[in-house]
T-cell receptor, first 110, second 116 residues
Framework: KNEVEQSPQNLTAQEGEFITINCSYS?????LHWLQQHPGGGIVSLFM???GKKKHGRLIATINIQEKHSSLHITASHPRDSAVYIC????????????FGQGTRLTINP | DTGVSQNPRHKITKRGQNVTFRCDPI?????LYWYRQTLGQGPEFLTY????????KSRLLSDRFSAERPKGSFSTLEIQRTEQGDSAMYLC??????????????FGSGTQLSVL
């Protein structure tokens, strides 16, 4: 079992729908990241969380440390949101590396 | 362009050949990471540097892999005697890490390696 599990693996929705991507992890962490990867490899950091909730535009990320779970929400989804969304955690208190989930491929149809 | 730059973007090589990739991080970033990503999977950690010191290496990194960051600026990743299983996207990321919990990573576009 991977330390970081994402669901769903693939998600197709219509433009305007509310999107939720889930991330569960099995280890203690000091931080959790949500990243966006477009075709061709480019990865962009969206959020870094250690508690609570963060919002940036139409994106909202939440984390529940006790339940070892995080969600990424997209409101009023748009075709340009189509990408792979990756959850990554920084294990423990002293670790420097990130452990990544396998990603969720999101396709928003017009 | 002041982002993380990786060269080459694509590399095709024959099995058994040596390859070297270069990463130029954002200037003043003290941390530099190498990750490897295969199709349909998330990136896997390979190694990271704080300035010129290589502080952690993954057990995934066999003796055929070596990375350097000689002056604490650009980094190179060399793979000797390449194998078909080395085919992957090699990603570099950098950060200015003041506190681990506040560290934001900036990724390059990666080098796609194909070993024939």
């Amino acid at each position: 079992k991977n330390e970081v599990e994402q669901s769903p693996q693939n998600l197709t929705a219509q433009e305007g729908e509310f999107i939720t991507i889930n991330c569960s992890y099995s280890v203690g962490i000091s931080a959790l990241h949500w990243l966006q990867q477009h075709p061709g490899g480019g990865i962009v950091s969206l959020f870094m969380l250690s508690s609570g909730k963060k919002k940036h535009g139409r994106l909202i990320a939440t984390i529940n440390i006790q339940e070892k779970h995080s969600s990424l929400h997209i409101t009023a989804s748009h075709p340009r949101d189509s990408a792979v969304y990756i959850c990554a955690v920084r294990p423990g208190q002293g670790a420097q590396k990130l452990v990544f989930g396998q990603g969720t491929r999101l396709t928003i149809n017009p | 362009d002041t982002g993380v730059s990786q060269n080459p973007r694509h590399k095709i090589t024959k099995r058994g050949q040596n390859v070297t990739f270069r990463c130029d991080p954002i200037s003043e970033h003290n941390r530099l990471y190498w990750y490897r990503q295969t199709l349909g999977q998330g990136p896997e950690f390979l190694t990271y540097f704080q300035n010129e010191a290589q502080l952690e290496k993954s057990r995934l990194l066999s003796d055929r892999f070596s990375a350097e960051r000689p002056k604490g600026s650009f980094s190179t990743l060399e793979i000797q005697r390449t194998e078909q299983g080395d085919s992957a996207m090699y990603l570099c990321a950098s950060s200015l890490a003041l506190l681990a919990t506040n560290e934001k990573l900036f990724f390059g576009s990666g080098t796609q390696l194909s070993v024939l």
